[in-house]
């Protein structure tokens, strides 16, 4: 997974900021237009097991409430879920939401979460966290990020 990962993600600069690749610097672009804060890579979920530490692509103030956000390309749906995912809500009591590809540019589109719900965490399919998904038609936002050119090299000095 790693080589894959080195071999098919672009660094890209967006608003002033280095994202790992072109689809977390689009959900940054669809965070922006609703209007909604974000932070990218917003803090570091240790873990004793696995033995590696969970950094979430996106932390959200979404109107249905703070979470984190995974944005993972469409490739990455079977591959599974990451154990890391359930641990972390388990210890932060967040919901978190992956969501693969991006509406508009993947027909096959798909968002789920994971919710804490009492001492156990549910995996399941979301359609309402993302505006504007209705077949073929998109929001403003949701056209604007899918469409959006970005800066993949590194912005030149002034």
Same mark, same amino acid.
């Given at each position: ?16 900021? =280095? ?76 919901? =978190? ?39 073929? =038609? ?21």
């Amino acid at each position: 997974m790693e080589a894959r990962a080195k071999k098919f993600y672009k660094p890209t600069h967006y608003a002033g900021r =280095l994202y790992r690749s072109q689809l977390e610097a689009r959900w940054a672009r669809y965070f922006g237009l609703r209007g909604w804060v974000h932070y990218y890579e917003p803090r570091k979920v240790a873990m004793t097991y696995p033995r590696r530490n969970y950094v979430p692509d996106f932390g959200v103030r979404h109107p249905q409430g703070d979470m984190f956000w995974e944005a993972k390309p469409l490739y990455d749906l079977e591959l599974g879920r990451d154990p890391r995912w359930i641990l972390a809500v388990r210890k932060t009591g967040l919901p =978190l939401t992956v969501s693969y590809g991006f509406p508009g540019w993947d027909k096959d589109f798909q968002t789920w979460a994971f919710v804490r719900d009492g001492s156990c965490v549910r995996w399941s399919q979301v359609a309402n966290l993302v505006d504007g998904v209705d077949g073929d =038609l998109l929001s403003p936002a949701l056209r604007d990020a899918a469409y959006y050119r970005f800066e993949v090299n590194e912005p030149r000095a002034a």
